[in-house]
């Protein structure tokens, strides 16, 4: 079982970066793949990144690669996500998410935990 909280959104302007953090409590959490999903106003949920826990890999959507990047500390328990060059359309709640497995990580659905979510809105 895992609790995640995230911190860091907030209100930037075009071009600004942000890094958003979250913090997890629970046992091995070394041993679990974790990620980033976000959702906007009437959108359904939509994958930002993720990183395996069996080997670090790394999987970003079209729409951020290049701008952002997850990184986890697995001795202090976090994920981030460095945000740079933000975009009007990247203003979203964003959700850290974790999972037992590896595989799938880039549909939402596949996540088992999920924090209460961090709203990042860009303005122009």
């Known amino acids: 079982q895992l609790q995640l909280g995230e911190s860091g959104g907030g209100l930037v302007q075009a071009g600004d970066s942000l890094r958003l953090s979250c913090a997890a409590r629970?046992?091995?959490?070394?041993?679990?793949?974790v990620g980033w999903v976000r959702q906007s106003l009437g959108k359904e949920r939509e994958f930002v990144s993720a990183?395996?826990?069996?080997?670090?890999?790394?999987y970003y959507a079209d729409s951020v690669k290049g701008r952002f990047t997850i990184s986890r500390d697995n001795d202090q328990n976090t994920v981030s996500l460095q945000m740079n060059n933000l975009k009007t359309e990247d203003t979203a709640v964003y959700y850290c998410?974790?999972?037992?497995?590896?595989?799938?990580?880039?549909?939402?659905?596949?996540?088992?935990?999920w924090g209460q979510g961090t709203q990042v809105t860009v303005s122009s």
């Open positions: 990183m395996t826990w069996t080997n670090g890999n790394t």
């Open positions: 998410v974790a999972d037992a497995g590896w595989q799938r990580l880039t549909d939402p659905n596949e996540y088992d935990y």
């Open positions: 629970g046992r091995l959490f070394g041993t679990y793949s």
